[in-house]
Every structure is written in structure tokens, then in C-alpha cells.
């Protein structure tokens, strides 16, 4: 059972790994957080960030650059 659990892909990130998938620094990524551009939950005294709001905040970001190039 803990090998399936071990494979299966995370829905929920760290700060740090939702910085790297993005490929920014922390720094940058607290921001997102803070002004609402990326959406997160708290866990206990944790702050995760949904897989699913890394994705909805690039497409958010393909629209917005689509808009200006038009």
C-alpha cells in the first residue's frame, strides 16, 4: 500500500515545489499567494498549493498574454 501511495502524482504542493514547477523563486511564489494570482489551502499550520491552481494560474497567464498580442 505505502509503494502505491509512493507513486501516485501529489495534488497538493509545498510552497517551494509549486515554485519549482513553475520555475520561480520562493519569493516570487509567497507573492502570487498573497495577492491571490495563485490559490492555496492551509493545512494545520502548513500553506499548500492545489496542483489544479498551478495550471488554472498558466492559463490564466496564456489568455492574459493572447489578449495583449491581439
Known sequence: MTAQL???????????QAAAQLSI??????????????????IGRSRRVPLDALRTYTDQLRTTSRAHAA
Do not use: H
Request: no cysteine.
Open 6 to 16: 509512493d507513486t501516485a502524482p501529489r495534488i497538493l504542493l509545498t510552497v517551494e
Open 25 to 42: 523563486g520562493r519569493t516570487r511564489m509567497f507573492a502570487l499567494l498573497k495577492n491571490g494570482a495563485v490559490d492555496s489551502v492551509r
